[in-house]
């Protein structure tokens, strides 16, 4: 089991640099980096519809949406603010380039959140040896990118 989910998290991981790059072709394609953006959310509004329909679970009432941390909702812009950035970077700062920087950021970030708990999650202190594997992570990706830009095949 745990062999699926960590493949399933890597094919996640493995797609953000193509959707960022479908992202930015789209919006060079029609000129129009916002409207881009706003077509690739309608075919995700699509795409979530078709996969509540084929899951069949029930929606949650009105009552239960209210109660929820207004705060949770903000994952949407979160998700528009990422869509709008991989957008407009892509083409002028490269794919690498802007995906190194995403995932050192997502890297530190999660550390952070996990170190003091934030948003509800279990507490993970960052302890020494998971600070040097943060450390190697992320001269692993600068690296991996250094590198590309070496050998002539720039990002």
């Known amino acids: 089991m745990l062999q699926h989910l960590i493949l399933w998290a890597f094919a996640a991981g493995a797609v953000i640099p193509v959707m960022a790059t479908f992202n930015a072709q789209l919006a060079r394609s029609i000129g129009n980096a916002p409207a881009a953006v706003l077509i690739l959310l309608f075919v995700a509004f699509l795409s979530a519809s078709a996969y509540q329909l084929y899951a069949r679970t029930p929606l949650p009432d009105l009552s239960t949406l209210l109660n ?10 979160l998700v528009v603010f990422y869509m709008v950035s991989v957008t ?9 380039n802007t995906i190194l920087f995403i995932v050192c950021a997502q890297m530190c970030s999660s550390a952070l959140i996990d170190h003091w708990g934030l ?17 190697v992570i992320l001269a692993g990706l600068v690296l991996v990118q250094l590198g590309a830009t070496k050998g002539g095949a720039s990002s």
């Open 119 to 135: 948003f509800g999650v279990p507490v993970r202190p960052i302890s020494w040896l998971r600070f040097a594997g943060l450390l």
């Open 88 to 96: 407009l970077l892509i083409p002028k700062f490269g794919v690498g």
């Open 68 to 77: 929820v941390r207004g705060y949770f909702y903000t994952g949407g812009m």
